[in-house]
């Protein structure tokens, strides 16, 4: 099993900032059934920002212990790429990388709204040949408010990841509920567990499959946790056509009200 999103190198932002809490974070994932891992510290973030060089130095010191090597787990290159118009600088002089230096790139939006400018990045990455993957969408407040907007974005050609743990429940009813419908409506195409440390915000797979609340969605569950291959292989991820949930409002610009249109 792939994870596409986590936190666990050593130093570099909100994740961990010891060996030992880094080796806790990568026996869960063992444990998890997890074996290969691509590293996405934050770039371009207010708070943290970890070019591709410091990324790679970071994974080759990591992979350099000894009880890391017996983990059996590959560690991969990757960043989560805080939506900015230099992000694009980034990508031609190589501060900036996709996931496991492929096309697909993971960007974060701000927590609190999605930026007017998100749509004609999204446009542009893809005029230069790179794929957007929109992080946990479920934790961003105007989409959780109005999933149409997540519906024109996707429709637009992001894809979007969905946290395993709001999926698992782990951060409340509400928003696991949010979670499902994304998946039922073909907004998000991968899981990934966005683990930063191994007890507060741990790496959760195996869970998803036990949980009462996601039994009729188990396959669904599988194949998006199966589409991480495609990321790290470069290749065309086949995909379910965006269904629009029904909504009675949209934002500024892109997203107007229903009314308004």
Same mark, same amino acid.
């Not at 997890?34 to 410091?54: E, G, Q, R």
């Not at 930026?115 to 959780?144: M, W």
């Not at 009729?216 to 991820?237: G, H, S, W, Y």
């Given at each position: 099993?792939?994870?596409?999103?986590?936190?666990?190198?050593?130093?570099?932002?909100?994740?961990?900032?010891?060996?030992?809490?880094?080796?806790?974070?990568?026996?869960?994932?063992?444990?998890?059934?997890?074996? +290969? /891992?691509?590293? #996405?510290?934050?770039?371009?973030?207010?708070?943290?920002?970890?070019?591709?060089?410091?990324?790679?130095?970071?994974?080759?010191?990591?992979?350099?212990?000894?009880?890391?090597?017996?983990?059996?787990?590959?560690?991969?290159?990757?960043?989560?790429?805080?939506?900015?118009? +230099?992000?694009?600088?980034?990508?031609?002089?190589?501060? $900036?990388?996709?996931?496991?230096?492929?096309?697909?790139?993971?960007?974060?939006?701000?927590?609190?709204?999605?930026?007017? @400018?998100?749509?004609? /990045?999204?446009?542009?990455?893809?005029?230069?040949?790179?794929?957007?993957?929109?992080?946990?969408?479920?934790?961003?407040?105007?989409?959780?408010?109005?999933?149409?907007?997540?519906?024109?974005?996707?429709?637009?050609? $992001?894809?979007?990841?969905?946290?395993?743990? #709001?999926?698992?429940?782990?951060?409340?009813?509400?928003?696991?509920?949010? @979670?499902?419908?994304?998946?039922?409506?073909?907004?998000?195409?991968?899981? $990934?567990?966005?683990?930063?440390?191994?007890? #507060?915000?741990?790496?959760?797979?195996?869970?998803?499959?036990?949980?009462?609340?996601?039994?009729? /969605?188990?396959?669904?569950?599988?194949?998006?946790?199966?589409?991480?291959?495609?990321?790290?292989?470069?290749?065309?991820?086949?995909?379910?056509?965006?269904?629009?949930?029904?909504?009675?409002?949209?934002?500024?610009?892109?997203?107007?009200?229903?009314?308004?249109?």
């Amino acid at each position: 099993m792939i994870d596409l999103h986590n936190h666990i190198l050593i130093g570099v932002d909100d994740g961990p900032e010891t060996f030992e809490e880094s080796l806790a974070l990568l026996k869960q994932a063992r444990d998890e059934g997890i074996t +290969h /891992i691509v590293a #996405t510290p934050h770039h371009l973030h207010p708070n943290w920002d970890t070019p591709t060089s410091v990324v790679r130095k970071k994974v080759d010191e990591l992979m350099e212990y000894p009880e890391v090597k017996a983990l059996g787990i590959e560690i991969l290159l990757g960043q989560e790429i805080r939506l900015k118009d +230099h992000l694009f600088e980034g990508l031609e002089q190589g501060t $900036a990388i996709g996931l496991n230096k492929s096309n697909y790139v993971l960007i974060e939006l701000p927590s609190s709204h999605v930026p007017s @400018s998100t749509k004609q /990045i999204i446009f542009e990455l893809q005029r230069k040949s790179y794929i957007p993957i929109i992080a946990h969408p479920e934790r961003n407040k105007a989409i959780a408010n109005d999933l149409s907007i997540l519906y024109e974005l996707v429709n637009a050609g $992001a894809l979007a990841q969905l946290t395993s743990t #709001t999926l698992n429940g782990d951060m409340g009813k509400k928003t696991q509920k949010l @979670s499902i419908q994304m998946i039922e409506h073909n907004l998000v195409h991968f899981v $990934a567990s966005d683990a930063h440390h191994s007890e #507060t915000r741990p790496f959760i797979m195996k869970s998803l499959f036990t949980n009462k609340n996601l039994k009729n /969605i188990q396959d669904e569950i599988k194949r998006l946790l199966n589409n991480a291959e495609v990321i790290v292989n470069n290749d065309k991820l086949n995909k379910n056509r965006p269904e629009e949930p029904r909504v009675k409002k949209r934002f500024f610009g892109l997203f107007q009200r229903k009314d308004e249109l």
